[in-house]
Structure formats: structure tokens, C-alpha cells
């Protein structure tokens, strides 16, 4: 396995390559769920590079560049043993030159971005979108492969290769859950003991919202309601139901309803998000 940080010599590794290839496109500090990705991607591919990079663009004021995990030696060991070939770890002066706030920019349509999680972060999609589609240049892979805990931005990564025709297939991944189903996160290290029992109440909620579609009940305010009270020990920026193939919001579930949740726990104030399928 090849660790490279600068783009000239990952463009020369590229030439080299025969095959198919995957990306797994990372910002680092893995767990299992980025385990499965690469595993996906290993599994279907005849080569794997995985891109770690803390992307500064797609942070917004106030949020957690500067204290980000950042874990590259671990991250190496991981993807070694899951038969990884590259990965390709720059600095932000590599990615982005000496001036970053002076870029050209992918921003996304805004009936895609300016709800859940882009309602209150905004920029943030804009970022995601440029880092992306220049990985996706620089690797020149046949495949990505993204996990469904951030939904919208895989719906939103999708519909971005698909309007500027990118010659690349999005695969997602399930979520990956703990044994206590918290859905896996890098940002899961920010929290005590105290913080993960609470956060323990999203997916709880989420669970019970499916049982409540499982005994007829479709109607999304009365299962926002019985949500937030499961929830009430958090701090919950948005529980919203939308159409899995448009995002956009639905009131009544059917089969194509996708319910989110973002919040934060109380005394860290990290900021968690989830989402699950409620038709079976």
C-alpha cells in the first residue's frame, strides 16, 4: 500500500493502474463503518484508494475543523489490512493552493440543499460537492462508494453526477450501527458516558417510529410527536420525513419514506445525525 500526499504523484500512480477502481472518499478517524466501505469496494474492485482530508470547505463557522480527529497512522494500519492499494492523504495548501476561500465551487441546487442539515449549515454542501468532484477527477475511479448515515449527502452526491455527467458509479452502503445501534460516526469519540447513553435516544426514537408504521400509523406529525419525546433529552435541530427518490417532505409514509434526525446531546453539544427507512 502507497501513502501519498501530494496530487503529482498520485497522478503518476493513476497512469500505473489496470483494472477497475474504487474510492472511498474519507475525512479520516475510521471506524467500522468506513470498514465496510472499504471492504465493498476491495471486494469489487482490482484496486482500492482511499482518500483521507479533513476538507476545510465544508466546515462551517463555529464547527469543529481545528478539533476533527485526526488519526492517519491508525487510518493506515485499517486500510493496509482491508487491502487498500492507495491512500491519498494531501495537506490543504495541495488540495486547495494558498487561498481557499478563493475557489471555484460545485454548489448544488437549492431545493437539495437548503433543508435539514444544509438549512442550518450553510455552505456546507458547496464544500462536500468540490471535494468530491475533484477526487473523483484526480482517481479517475469507476466507483464511489458513500455511506447512507448521511443521506442527504449522498442523495445530493448523486444527483451531482448525474446532471454533470460524471463517468463514475455511486454505490451506498448501509449504516453500520453499534451493538447498542448507535449509528457509527467519527464524532462518536467526542462523547462521555453520559453523552452516548443520550445519544442512544435518536436511534431509539427512529426504531419506535418504525414500529409505529408497522401498527398503521402513517400520519408523520403524530410520529414526530411521539419522536421528540423520546428525544426530549436532546437538543433536536430537525426530525423530518422525506421521499427517498427527491427528498422531498412528505407528510403521510409509504414506501419510499426516509425519516432523519439531527441533534445534539446536551452536554458536548456534538452534533449526531441518523436516518432509517420506515416501510419494510
Given at each position: 500500500?502507497?501513502?501519498?500526499?501530494?496530487?503529482?504523484?498520485?497522478?503518476?500512480?493513476?497512469?500505473?493502474?489496470?483494472?477497475?477502481v474504487?474510492?472511498?472518499?474519507?475525512?479520516?478517524?475510521?471506524?467500522?463503518?468506513h470498514?465496510?466501505?472499504?471492504?465493498?469496494?476491495?471486494?469489487?474492485?482490482?484496486?482500492?484508494?482511499?482518500?483521507?482530508?479533513?476538507?476545510?470547505?465544508?466546515?462551517?463557522?463555529?464547527?469543529?475543523?481545528?478539533?476533527?480527529?485526526?488519526?492517519?497512522?491508525?487510518?493506515?494500519?485499517?486500510?493496509?489490512?482491508?487491502?487498500?492499494?492507495?491512500?491519498?492523504?494531501?495537506?490543504?495548501?495541495?488540495?486547495?493552493?494558498?487561498?481557499?476561500?478563493?475557489?471555484?465551487?460545485?454548489?448544488?441546487?437549492?431545493?437539495?440543499?437548503?433543508?435539514l442539515?444544509?438549512?442550518?449549515?450553510?455552505?456546507?454542501?458547496?464544500?462536500?460537492?468540490?471535494?468530491?468532484?475533484?477526487?473523483?477527477?484526480?482517481?479517475?475511479?469507476n466507483?464511489?462508494?458513500?455511506?447512507?448515515?448521511?443521506?442527504?449527502?449522498?442523495?445530493?452526491?448523486?444527483?451531482?453526477?448525474?446532471?454533470?455527467?460524471?463517468?463514475?458509479?455511486?454505490?451506498?452502503?448501509?449504516?453500520?450501527?453499534?451493538?447498542?445501534?448507535?449509528?457509527?460516526?467519527?464524532?462518536?469519540?467526542?462523547?462521555?458516558?453520559?453523552?452516548?447513553?443520550?445519544?442512544?435516544?435518536?436511534?431509539?426514537?427512529?426504531?419506535?417510529?418504525?414500529?409505529?408504521?408497522?401498527?398503521?400509523?402513517?400520519?408523520?406529525?403524530?410520529?414526530?410527536?411521539?419522536?421528540?419525546?423520546?428525544?426530549?433529552?436532546?437538543?433536536?435541530?430537525?426530525?423530518?420525513?422525506?421521499?427517498m427518490?427527491?427528498?422531498?417532505?412528505?407528510?403521510?409514509?409509504?414506501?419510499?419514506?426516509?425519516?432523519?434526525?439531527?441533534?445534539?446531546?446536551?452536554?458536548?453539544?456534538?452534533?449526531?445525525?441518523?436516518?432509517?427507512?420506515?416501510?419494510?
Amino acid at each position: 500500500m502507497k501513502i501519498i500526499d501530494n496530487i503529482k504523484e498520485l497522478k503518476e500512480e493513476i497512469k500505473k493502474l489496470s483494472g477497475s477502481v474504487g474510492l472511498v472518499p474519507t475525512m479520516g478517524a475510521l471506524h467500522n463503518g468506513h470498514l465496510s466501505l472499504i471492504k465493498k469496494s476491495v471486494e469489487e474492485n482490482d484496486k482500492t484508494i482511499v482518500s483521507i482530508f479533513v476538507n476545510p470547505i465544508q466546515f462551517c463557522a463555529g464547527e469543529d475543523l481545528d478539533k476533527y480527529p485526526r488519526t492517519l497512522e491508525k487510518d493506515a494500519q485499517l486500510c493496509e489490512n482491508a487491502g487498500v492499494d492507495i491512500i491519498f492523504a494531501p495537506k490543504v495548501s495541495e488540495m486547495y493552493g494558498q487561498d481557499k476561500n478563493n475557489l471555484t465551487l460545485i454548489c448544488p441546487p437549492y431545493d437539495a440543499v437548503d433543508k435539514l442539515c444544509g438549512k442550518s449549515r450553510q455552505g456546507h454542501f458547496d464544500g462536500v460537492c468540490s471535494v468530491v468532484a475533484k477526487l473523483f477527477n484526480l482517481t479517475k475511479a469507476n466507483r464511489a462508494y458513500f455511506g447512507q448515515k448521511d443521506a442527504q449527502q449522498l442523495f445530493i452526491i448523486q444527483k451531482m453526477v448525474k446532471d454533470l455527467d460524471f463517468d463514475i458509479e455511486i454505490i451506498p452502503c448501509p449504516i453500520v450501527r453499534e451493538e447498542d445501534n448507535l449509528a457509527l460516526s467519527s464524532r462518536n469519540q467526542y462523547l462521555d458516558e453520559q453523552d452516548r447513553l443520550d445519544a442512544l435516544s435518536i436511534s431509539k426514537a427512529l426504531f419506535e417510529a418504525k414500529k409505529l408504521v408497522k401498527m398503521g400509523v402513517l400520519d408523520t406529525k403524530k410520529i414526530i410527536d411521539n419522536s421528540l419525546e423520546i428525544m426530549k433529552n436532546l437538543d433536536v435541530e430537525y426530525i423530518e420525513f422525506v421521499d427517498m427518490n427527491t427528498f422531498e417532505f412528505t407528510e403521510t409514509v409509504d414506501k419510499n419514506t426516509l425519516a432523519l434526525v439531527a441533534a445534539r446531546v446536551q452536554n458536548s453539544k456534538t452534533r449526531l445525525i441518523d436516518n432509517m427507512v420506515l416501510w419494510d
